[in-house]
């Protein structure tokens, strides 16, 4: 079964850091490409930031273009996520996804509040 262990949420305060981490099992992971998404409440969950299966091209929401870095390490069947520069309104339950070009999974969410 394909298993998507999200890590890394907490508090933080308002132009604070935080490391999100997600790792993956029961896939090849170098075959899938990775995102980000958040949804904060009562929102809609939106698209973060997204990384290539080689990790060749990235992708980021207007808002957070500059701000947060997607990465992966396909060695540890990883993807990662820097949030800096953080603001309460990034204050969301962030997922993590992969998907190739037939299908997409979904991790459980870590919640990341930014909050003075």
């Known amino acids: 079964q394909v298993q998507l262990v999200e890590s890394g949420g907490g508090l933080v305060q308002p132009g604070g850091s935080l490391r999100l981490s997600c790792a993956a099992s029961?896939?090849?992971?170098?075959?899938?490409?990775m995102s980000w998404y958040r949804q904060a409440p009562g929102k809609e969950r939106e698209l973060v930031a997204g990384?290539?299966?080689?990790?060749?091209?990235?992708n980021y929401a207007s808002s957070m273009k500059g701000r947060f870095t997607i990465s992966r390490d396909n060695a540890k069947n990883t993807v990662y996520l820097h949030l800096n520069s953080l603001k309460s309104e990034d204050t969301a339950v962030y997922y993590c996804?992969?998907?190739?070009?037939?299908?997409?999974?979904w991790g459980q969410g870590t919640q990341v509040t930014v909050s003075s």
């Open positions: 029961g896939l090849t992971f170098s075959d899938y490409g």
């Open positions: 990384i290539s299966s080689d990790g060749s091209s990235t």
């Open positions: 996804r992969a998907r190739n070009n037939f299908r997409g999974y």
